[in-house]
């Protein structure tokens, strides 16, 4: 089917392109370009003089040993949000789509943390995890666990996992939801019949045919740990304590704007520009040929 | 192999919506049982109770001795083909067989075995490699089956499943599937909506609507001796014509409605003026010469199907006059406008009780 829309003029489809043409040449290309101009100078804080030094600020990105750390706790941070996330969304999905009364109650809660700001996420998760007021910190020290996240990495860590992953549960829920209600419910009935319980038609009928949204959520997942949760953790570590949690996207801001090392910043966004773009390619590449049935 | 028995099954979904009001009827061994009847019957609902993905609300079904009513699916010991045949689209040909043996830890040489017999008798030998995604429609159907026979189950269960072919796939699926439950000797319980289907596979007929068993019997008892006039339009194309009647006075036939046409009819068990249903069947109406005529037929459209022709017109009487539909031979020529007189013969006329449609006498 083809839907192609002759104009006669020259000036419409312009006019009607613009807006999103602006768009991407103001907050992307622009910004994006002025990056990689940076990428490859070496300023003084206060901007007043520069000089060109080709790739050094890569080459010394790559022998920081902070930077490499960064890098693995990135991976690490991001693989655990999105199998978190994921796990948790199939799940509910799973129990939603077996719900029969309240359906639209249900769902509509489900959602709502999506509507949710990061940094706001951050603050709801800092309050309640608070080492000296927060409410589950009480609960945990009934539980003979000292819980504290300015002076503890893991806990640090183990509490941005739990805010980025719960504010991804709605969006990766909605998908799994659509998915699962998009399998044919003959297809169920048959397995019963074939003599599959429940557990073994989920892992041998429902999960299979789930498989093109598992795979697009894991890539959008890992993209949105990698660069979206920078307000979580600034609302709720600031990347501490000593670094626990300076996560990639984290770094570029403290190096940037904290340190000051404007190169070198602009270096490692660089680096994570190129990461997306990888993903994103591996994403439209694989999406509807690898996964499909 | 066992029959299949039903007693007072009903169906009350939770939102009050009754589906099926009370059946009884028993299928006996390797016998192939057609539920036929307009879509919302309650037809599929019954099957999907035997198969066990509808509970039953009310009653009883026993497959051979054992009630099923509390039995999951698995453990019935049935076998399902349904309407988008439900293959797995990511599993081979040769898996989607498997499927249901592997469940049941059934050894890798006997699955070999039972896969590759019912493979070859469905001329699927070439394709058990291949994905459901890769199968025409009449192949993936051949799938569905092979899925049920490989089973080896007591009861096969068929939810419409030729409506997704086209009209001549239709045809020799019908075949096939008759063929093959005959060599089978499988107990079958067929449901469809299409009466052609239903008189050519069935040994007995189930005739429902509205939720309810009109008739039970063998296609041409039904056909010959339908028991409502509900039946009797259902089975048999082009359906039977209802003419509006009365019984005359000296009791030896009726006398059609606003027309004057007088029918002799066995109408000995019914009392004089008392109005009835008359059915009439299109290929029960003979042309007859003018004064011989029973009927005569004012034709207002014309159906050449080359085998036979059908006429389409009314009854001419005071005001439009009721609608009849005639068969003819093929060779006959009919034009739009002619008046064709026709006669029948007593016996081909069926007489209904106009208020709840029962046969009379």
Redesign the interface.
């Known amino acids: 089917m083809e839907k192609r829309v002759v104009f006669s003029g020259r000036w419409v489809p312009v006019l009607l392109l613009a807006p999103q043409v602006t768009i991407t040449l103001v907050f992307f290309i622009w910004p994006a370009s002025q990056a990689l101009y940076q990428s490859v100078l070496l300023e003084d804080a206060f901007g007043l003089s520069r000089k060109f030094v080709w790739l050094d600020n890569f080459r010394i990105l790559f022998a920081d040993p902070l930077y490499l750390d960064s890098f693995g706790r990135t991976a690490f941070f991001s693989s655990v949000t999105a199998a978190l996330s994921l796990g948790l969304a199939l799940v509910l999905a799973v129990m939603a789509d077996r719900v029969i009364k309240g359906t639209a109650l249900y769902r509509t809660f489900l959602i709502w943390p999506y509507a949710v700001a990061p940094a706001v996420a951050g603050v709801l998760w800092f309050f309640m995890f608070n080492p000296s007021i927060g409410t589950l910190t009480y609960l945990l020290r009934f539980l003979g666990y000292q819980w504290n996240h300015y002076l503890n990495g893991t806990d640090a860590m183990a509490l941005i996992i739990l805010a980025a992953s719960w504010k991804q549960v709605s969006y990766n829920f909605l998908f799994f939801l659509a998915g699962l209600q998009a399998i ?1 419910r ?2 169920v ?9 429940p557990f ?1 038609r989920f892992r ?2 429902i999960f ?2 789930l498989s093109p949204t598992t795979f697009f959520l894991l890539v959008v997942n890992i993209v949105y740990a990698f660069f979206d949760t920078f307000g979580i953790v600034h609302a709720i570590t600031s990347g501490g304590p000593a670094q626990a949690t300076t996560i990639l996207v984290y770094k570029v801001y403290s190096d940037g704007f904290i340190g000051l090392d404007l190169g070198g910043s602009a270096a490692q966004s660089v680096i994570l520009m190129a990461v997306v773009i990888a993903l994103t390619v591996f994403q439209f590449r694989y999406i509807e040929r690898k996964v499909a ?1 | 192999m066992a029959g299949l028995t039903f007693s007072g099954v009903r169906k009350t979904y939770p939102n009050g919506v009754r589906a099926v009001h009370g059946i009884d009827a028993s299928v006996g061994d390797g016998e192939l049982i057609v539920i036929v009847g307009p879509s919302g019957c309650g037809k599929s609902t019954l099957l999907r109770m035997v198969a066990g993905l509808e509970a039953i609300s009310e009653g009883e079904i026993r497959i051979g001795e054992r009630r099923v009513n509390e039995l999951e699916p698995a453990d019935r010991n049935i076998a399902m083909v349904f309407q988008n045949y439900a293959l797995y689209p990511h599993m081979s040909v040769f898996d989607n067989m498997a499927y249901g043996l592997r469940n049941r830890r059934t050894p890798r040489n006997e699955i070999a075995r039972r896969v590759a017999a019912a493979a070859k008798t469905l001329q699927l030998e070439d394709l058990l490699a291949r994905r459901p995604g890769q199968l025409s429609g009449g192949q993936r159907q051949r799938v569905a089956m092979g899925r049920a026979i490989v089973r080896e189950p007591d009861v096969f269960l068929f939810d419409e499943p030729l409506s997704n072919l086209d009209a001549r796939l239709r045809v020799q699926m019908r075949l096939e599937i008759r063929r093959l439950q005959q060599s089978l000797g499988t107990t079958s319980l067929y449901v469809t909506h299409d009466q052609v289907e239903a008189m050519t596979l069935a040994d007995r007929l189930i005739v429902m609507n509205g939720g309810v068993a009109e008739q039970i019997g063998r296609p041409l008892d039904v056909y010959r001796h339908p028991a409502t006039a509900f039946v009797a339009g259902f089975i048999g194309s082009p359906a039977m014509n209802f003419l509006p009647a009365t019984v005359a006075a000296t009791g030896s036939g009726v006398i059609i409605s606003g027309t004057g046409h007088t029918l002799t009819a066995a109408v000995t068990a019914c009392e004089p003026q008392r109005p009835v249903l008359v059915g009439l069947r299109p290929e029960h109406l003979l042309p007859a010469s003018e004064d011989s005529a029973a009927l005569k037929v004012a034709v207002d459209l014309v159906e050449a199907l080359g085998a036979d022709t059908l006429a389409h017109g009314i009854l001419p009487g005071d005001g439009a006059g009721p609608a009849l539909t005639v068969r003819l031979e093929g060779s006959r020529r009919v034009d739009v406008g002619d008046t064709v007189p026709l006669t029948v013969s007593p016996d081909h006329v069926h007489l209904f009780d106009p208020g709840n449609g029962n046969r009379l006498v």
């Open positions: 044919p003959s297809l009935e048959a397995a019963a019949i074939d003599g599959a319980g073994k041998t009928i299979p045919l049935y």
